[in-house]
């Protein structure tokens, strides 16, 4: 399975009514793809978030992204490095 | 119809392009009709030179009149006396049509057309100057009717049409005299810059020829004057001709302005200094003066209310003798509040009642002023106080009922000839309703001839006369009061030439008085004298000149900050020098307005076309940003949206404004907001707005017509259902439900009961109905995810039956339903069907302009028209795919290059392997295993058919373990079957046992492409299919796999 960063940005702020909004499109989404969230880094001023997600491969991550209407800018497959 | 010439004489001629004109062969001006009306069916019968039926130039510019054939009658009467001569008669009309015919008149716009009828390119230099000097202006300039949308949506067509000529006619004269004449080609190129300052190329051409005439310092100013605009005001886009021109200038000894435009020197003569506006005393109107003088004494003394009405020209001095009721009243120790229509509100409802109603003292009553909160206050407007129009109405009386009986008062309203139909209704009650002791005067002040263009204020005083009101026409000041005028304003004017030339008009006089001698004995218009003072102000100070007369009423200085894109000590200076100039004047502590509207008018006409589209849309863009909070704004937003060509915004804004004329109870002014929106309507593309714009239009237009005694309903049964049925689909259930309402009020109407509870009830159940719809779009939607990865196909067969019978009841039709349909005819081989579903849910996907649907139904289309072999089909798709991918933001999409390279390939088609290979390795750098998967198999079937045994073995092996990663059993299946068929040549015993074991799975459990595929591999190797793998019903002959 391949580790892809889904990269985001919000203007105005995400609120947390918006991120559980998503988390409930989504979780249909992540079963199907067979993709599965690992974490999200989301910035104190929440105008950004960085989310971690394993998958067969990037264009799962990116199919659950779009069926969900999560907005994202952009996402990569990465290599971890450090702590998993 | 012959037109009837008997002698040659000089020919009348006509100005179209800048003031309507027309004057006679020997040079004297005619006269005019006062009508704005009457004058722009002037200008439209000379501009179109056709023949027009009567009806069709009533609906041009009198929809709504109870006789508008009487109009027309009228107007036609007023313009035979200006262009029919005794032996011409230019001006045709029979029973049905009306035409001019151009006999023995020069038309400035016929000319140009002559000039250039073979087209500015072939034209010589001097047919294309005389052309050039013919635009002194835009088209029809001011003779704006922005309640007849007809007429304003031809003028504008036109004036666009005509900018663009000059535009390119100035352009061509600047490209032919730039190398021998490069001084005459600067005075075209700077107006072709004036006409359209976003045009870099022009901008740039000024610069070069600066630099070729060795005025390099107004060069390198002209350069950072460019820039500003292109890139801080407008932040347009540059293409590098400016620096180029820059480049060519030589370095040597170049003084820059640090971005900065030094002011323009201007030869200033003691006679052209600009003088502080003082106040300007009343000269002549004795007996004016003493009319207003009784009336306020009658109103205080004997506490009887009067209305006086003031008519005459533009400029004559209506405005100064209300002021003078004002003063008078004050200092009779009344007190008196004011109002002003303004030409560009005339559908604002109550527009001039609320800047009256806004200078009542807190101690004229909070709790009444409260209840009018929504006239006065809409943005902290409670909800509705009224329940219909005479209560509103009542209201206001009592106000100033109650704030007469303290203190008499004095109401005077400015430019009624523009009031608003509801504002006219309730000065028609206040003037009908007051008691007879009542200390009121109500003072208002017409243009002669445009108060008869509008029906509902000319049926206030014609309904009203006889006790109370008394009229007073103002004609041109005597010579010698003139002379007194101009010697108080100007004491070193030539005060008797000033007399002369105003002919007793005293705004004329006062600014012939100020502009000095150099304008007298040109025969200039009022418009033009202006036109020359703007001339000499500082280019910042003219900006904010433009800004201020494109918002076409007064402005906060709130609000003119934030349009205007300088900084605030450009602003004050600016502002400051239009006051002195005697242009601006204060209004209140508050807002500035300029000192007459004809000032306004001609700061508005120097703007060209192209620059007042860009200046109405950016406030437009403004004011929408403060629409959702305060409704009062959107009249302004409409009107500037409509200016701007920005038909979307248009019709948005139309809905707010008749939504708070309808509230207002101004139902001809809602009714007519949304005429104009469905006619901005019509120009949008459609999308899911429109629709939602939609209903809400003609939900105005159904309640401002329902109710008792009011006019007939609108038919419109049809288009509201199907409006209704498209709003569920896009699940606006508010709207939709809107939409059922509003059906149920027109079968109400008409009569037809059970119709109307049929609507009420799906009205509720459109309101009710967004959990059953979102439901069955998540449910429709997981069935397509199923179908799309190849998971549980027989589940997702159970929730299209779902979703299918929850959305069947709403008759709606929803995109996620067809698309997943179309998947599962796909999967059991019914290509007919599963193209057809697609394509339906393609036609949704767009109608709701969601992209992201879009691109993958136009995918899925690529892949069965690939999968039946229609590779040209295929090929068409893929040019649609990248087109769409643009629109989402993404430029790469390989998997689209992939089809088509797929599709090349099977083709035959030379270099497709190599593009295919190009394009697979593109679609292995975006890590997209399955589509990657799939696209292998393709190629391996293709090279199967080619007999390329080793290829298509490569391919499928790493298809296969593509798809044993992703777990598409299907690709799975595909790819072990053709890596079988291949291996049979060298093990057969191996490849037998593969294909064995794939013929006894369940066939249930794959697709039947991938059945026929593993058919196709066992009739090759010889094996008998099993029954269960050869029943392949609704499947295409030849599936691709061939």
């Known amino acids: 399975m391949t580790r892809i960063i889904v990269e985001r940005t919000f203007d105005p702020p995400l609120t947390v009514e918006d991120l559980r909004g998503v988390e409930t499109r989504m979780a249909s989404c992540l079963d199907l793809y067979r993709v599965r969230w690992v974490r999200s880094y989301w910035s104190a001023d929440r105008h950004r978030m960085i989310c971690e997600y394993e998958a067969p491969d990037a264009a799962s991550v990116r199919n659950v992204q779009r069926e969900a209407q999560a907005k994202f800018d952009c996402l990569w497959i990465a290599d971890v490095l450090g702590e998993p | 119809m012959r037109p009837l010439i008997s002698d040659i004489r000089p020919p009348l001629r006509i100005r179209l392009l800048g003031d309507l004109q027309v004057s006679t062969g020997d040079g004297k001006v005619v006269p005019l009709p006062a009508s704005k009306k009457t004058r722009a069916l002037l200008g439209y019968l000379v501009a179109t030179g056709a023949r027009h039926r009567r009806e069709r130039l009533c609906d041009l510019l009198w929809e709504g009149p109870s006789d508008p054939r009487a109009e027309l009658r009228w107007s036609l009467n007023r313009i035979r006396r200006v262009v029919n001569e005794a032996r011409a008669t230019r001006l045709q009309a029979t029973r049905e049509f009306v035409g001019f015919e151009p006999v023995a008149a020069d038309v400035d716009i016929l000319a140009v057309r002559v000039l250039l009828r073979d087209g500015p390119e072939a034209a010589s230099i001097e047919a294309l100057r005389e052309a050039s000097a013919l635009f002194r202006g835009e088209f029809l300039d001011g003779l704006d009717l922005f309640s007849c949308y007809r007429y304003q949506e031809w003028c504008i067509a036109e004036r666009e049409a005509l900018s663009r000529l000059r535009l390119v006619v100035l352009s061509e004269?600047?490209?032919?005299?730039?190398?021998?004449?490069?001084?005459?080609?600067?005075?075209?190129?700077?107006?072709?810059?004036?006409?359209?300052?976003?045009?870099?190329?022009?901008?740039?051409?000024?610069?070069?020829?600066?630099?070729?005439?060795?005025?390099?310092?107004?060069?390198?100013?002209?350069?950072?004057?460019?820039?500003?605009?292109?890139?801080?005001?407008?932040?347009?886009?540059?293409?590098?001709?400016?620096?180029?021109?820059?480049?060519?200038?030589?370095?040597?000894?170049?003084?820059?302005?640090?971005?900065?435009?030094?002011?323009?020197?201007?030869?200033?003569?003691?006679?052209?200094?600009?003088?502080?506006?003082?106040?300007?005393?009343?000269?002549?109107?004795?007996?004016?003066?003493?009319?207003?003088?009784?009336?306020?004494?009658?109103?205080?003394?004997?506490?009887?209310?009067?209305?006086?009405?003031?008519?005459?020209?533009?400029?004559?001095?209506?405005?100064?003798?209300?002021?003078?009721?004002?003063?008078?009243?004050?200092?009779?120790?009344?007190?008196?509040?004011?109002?002003?229509?303004?030409?560009?509100?005339?559908?604002?409802?109550?527009?001039?009642?609320?800047?009256?109603?806004?200078?009542?003292?807190?101690?004229?009553?909070?709790?009444?002023?409260?209840?009018?909160?929504?006239?006065?206050?809409?943005?902290?407007?409670?909800?509705?106080?009224?329940?219909?129009?005479?209560?509103?109405?009542?209201?206001?009386?009592?106000?100033?009922?109650?704030?007469?009986?303290?203190?008499?008062?004095?109401l005077t309203f400015d430019d009624v000839q523009w009031l608003d139909e509801a504002s006219a209704a309730l000065l028609h009650y206040i003037v009908r309703i007051l008691p007879g002791d009542c200390r009121v005067l109500i003072a208002c002040a017409a243009r002669a001839g445009e108060i008869d263009d509008n029906v509902s204020a000319a049926a206030v005083f014609r309904g009203t006369h006889g006790r109370y009101v008394r009229e007073i026409v103002l004609g041109p000041l005597l010579p010698a009061e003139t002379m007194q005028l101009a010697q108080t304003v100007a004491p070193e004017s030539d005060f008797a030439r000033v007399a002369a030339e105003s002919e007793g008009n005293p705004l004329f006089a006062i600014e012939l008085a100020r502009a000095g001698s150099n304008v007298l004995g040109q025969d200039r218009t009022l418009g033009r004298v202006f036109a020359t003072q703007f001339a000499k102000l500082r280019e910042p100070t003219r900006d904010l000149l433009m800004w201020a007369s494109a918002l076409g009423r007064s402005f906060t200085l709130d609000r003119f900050i934030a349009l205007v894109a300088c900084d605030m000590s450009e602003l004050v200076s600016g502002l400051h020098e239009l006051e002195r100039r005697g242009v601006l004047r204060p209004a209140d502590g508050r807002t500035y307005d300029f000192v007459h509207d004809v000032v306004r008018q001609a700061a508005y006409a120097e703007i060209s076309q192209p620059r007042r589209t860009l200046i109405h849309r950016r406030i437009a863009g403004l004011l929408a940003e403060e629409m959702d909070a305060d409704q009062s704004v959107a009249a302004d937003v409409a009107r500037h949206a409509a200016l701007a060509g920005e038909d979307r915004l248009a019709a948005r804004a139309c809905v707010a404004a008749a939504e708070r004329c309808l509230r207002l109870f101004a139902n001809a002014e809602a009714s007519g907001f949304a005429t104009r929106g469905l006619r901005h309507l019509e120009r949008t593309p459609p999308a899911a707005e429109r629709v939602e714009t939609y209903i809400g239009l003609i939900k105005v237009r159904v309640l401002a017509?329902?109710?008792?005694?009011?006019?007939?309903?609108?038919?419109?049964?049809?288009?509201?259902?199907?409006?209704?049925?498209?709003?569920?689909?896009?699940?606006?259930?508010?709207?939709?439900?809107?939409?059922?309402?509003?059906?149920?009020?027109?079968?109400?109407?008409?009569?037809?009961?059970?119709?109307?509870?049929?609507?009420?009830?799906?009205?509720?159940?459109?309101?009710?109905?967004?959990?059953?719809?979102?439901?069955?779009?998540?449910?429709?939607?997981?069935?397509?995810?199923?179908?799309?990865?190849?998971?549980?196909?027989?589940?997702?067969?159970?929730?299209?039956?779902?979703?299918?019978?929850?959305?069947?009841?709403?008759?709606?039709?929803?995109?996620?339903?067809?698309?997943?349909?179309?998947?599962?005819?796909?999967?059991?081989?019914?290509?007919?069907?599963?193209?057809?579903?697609?394509?339906?849910?393609?036609?949704?996907?767009?109608?709701?302009?969601?992209?992201?649907?879009?691109?993958?139904?136009?995918?899925?289309?690529?892949?069965?028209?690939?999968?039946?072999?229609?590779?040209?089909?295929?090929?068409?798709?893929?040019?649609?795919?990248?087109?769409?991918?643009?629109?989402?933001?993404?430029?790469?999409?390989?998997?689209?290059?992939?089809?088509?390279?797929?599709?090349?390939?099977?083709?035959?088609?030379?270099?497709?392997?190599?593009?295919?290979?190009?394009?697979?390795?593109?679609?292995?750098?975006?890590?997209?295993?399955?589509?990657?998967?799939?696209?292998?198999?393709?190629?391996?079937?293709?090279?199967?058919?080619?007999?390329?045994?080793?290829?298509?073995?490569?391919?499928?092996?790493?298809?296969?373990?593509?798809?044993?990663?992703?777990?598409?059993?299907?690709?799975?299946?595909?790819?072990?079957?053709?890596?079988?068929?291949?291996?049979?040549?060298?093990?057969?015993?191996?490849?037998?046992?593969?294909?064995?074991?794939?013929?006894?799975?369940?066939?249930?459990?794959?697709?039947?492409?991938?059945?026929?595929?593993?058919?196709?591999?066992?009739?090759?190797?010889?094996?008998?299919?099993?029954?269960?793998?050869?029943?392949?019903?609704?499947?295409?002959?030849?599936?691709?796999g061939r």
């Open chain 2, 173 to 410: 004269l600047v490209e032919r005299l730039a190398v021998h004449s490069p001084g005459d080609a600067l005075s075209y190129a700077r107006a072709v810059v004036s006409a359209d300052p976003l045009s870099e190329a022009g901008h740039a051409r000024v610069v070069t020829l600066l630099g070729a005439l060795g005025r390099r310092k107004e060069a390198i100013d002209q350069y950072d004057r460019a820039r500003r605009v292109l890139t801080e005001e407008h932040a347009a886009p540059l293409s590098g001709h400016l620096e180029k021109a820059r480049r060519t200038l030589q370095s040597d000894g170049l003084v820059r302005t640090g971005g900065r435009t030094a002011p323009p020197v201007i030869s200033r003569t003691p006679a052209m200094t600009p003088r502080p506006p003082q106040r300007v005393p009343f000269v002549g109107r004795l007996v004016e003066r003493e009319v207003v003088t009784r009336l306020v004494r009658s109103t205080v003394e004997t506490s009887s209310p009067q209305v006086l009405v003031v008519t005459g020209a533009p400029g004559i001095g209506k405005s100064r003798l209300l002021e003078d009721v004002r003063e008078q009243m004050v200092a009779s120790g009344g007190k008196a509040v004011s109002g002003r229509a303004f030409e560009a509100e005339a559908t604002r409802p109550y527009g001039i009642w609320v800047d009256l109603l806004h200078t009542m003292a807190p101690e004229d009553g909070g709790e009444l002023r409260k209840g009018l909160a929504a006239l006065v206050h809409p943005r902290d407007a409670p909800a509705d106080d009224f329940r219909h129009r005479t209560q509103l109405f009542e209201a206001v009386a009592a106000l100033i009922e109650r704030v007469a009986r303290s203190i008499p008062v004095a």
């Open chain 2, 705 to 1040: 017509a329902a109710g008792p005694a009011m006019r007939a309903l609108p038919r419109l049964e049809v288009d509201i259902t199907e409006a209704a049925k498209q709003a569920q689909a896009l699940g606006l259930h508010a709207s939709a439900a809107t939409a059922y309402y509003l059906l149920s009020v027109l079968h109400k109407e008409s009569g037809h009961l059970s119709d109307a509870e049929t609507s009420t009830l799906r009205a509720a159940q459109a309101g009710r109905g967004s959990d059953e719809v979102t439901y069955a779009r998540q449910v429709a939607n997981t069935a397509r995810c199923m179908l799309e990865l190849e998971t549980d196909i027989s589940r997702s067969r159970r929730l299209i039956r779902e979703a299918y019978a929850l959305v069947r009841p709403l008759g709606l039709d929803l995109c996620e339903m067809h698309w997943a349909y179309g998947l599962l005819q796909r999967w059991d081989g019914d290509y007919g069907r599963a193209i057809a579903s697609v394509d339906r849910a393609l036609g949704l996907a767009r109608a709701a302009q969601d992209r992201w649907r879009e691109y993958n139904c136009l995918v899925w289309l690529a892949i069965l028209e690939l999968e039946c072999g229609k590779t040209s089909g295929v090929i068409r798709r893929c040019a649609e795919l990248v087109e769409v991918a643009g629109k989402l933001g993404d430029s790469d999409v390989p998997f689209v290059a992939t089809l088509d390279a797929l599709s090349r390939f099977a083709d035959g088609e030379q270099g497709a392997e190599t593009q295919l290979a190009r394009a697979m390795s593109d679609l292995r750098s975006v890590d997209d295993k399955s589509y990657q998967a799939y696209a292998l198999n393709i190629a391996a079937t293709v090279y199967l058919r080619l007999g390329r045994m080793a290829e298509a073995r490569a391919s499928a092996a790493q298809a296969l373990a593509l798809a044993v990663t992703m777990q598409r059993k299907n690709e799975v299946v595909i790819a072990r079957a053709i890596e079988a068929r291949v291996a049979a040549a060298k093990d057969r015993s191996g490849a037998l046992h593969v294909i064995d074991g794939l013929l006894s799975g369940n066939p249930a459990e794959i697709s039947m492409r991938a059945r026929l595929i593993v058919a196709a591999a066992a009739r090759a190797t010889g094996i008998p299919l099993p029954r269960s793998f050869q029943r392949f019903p609704g499947m295409i002959k030849n599936p691709a």
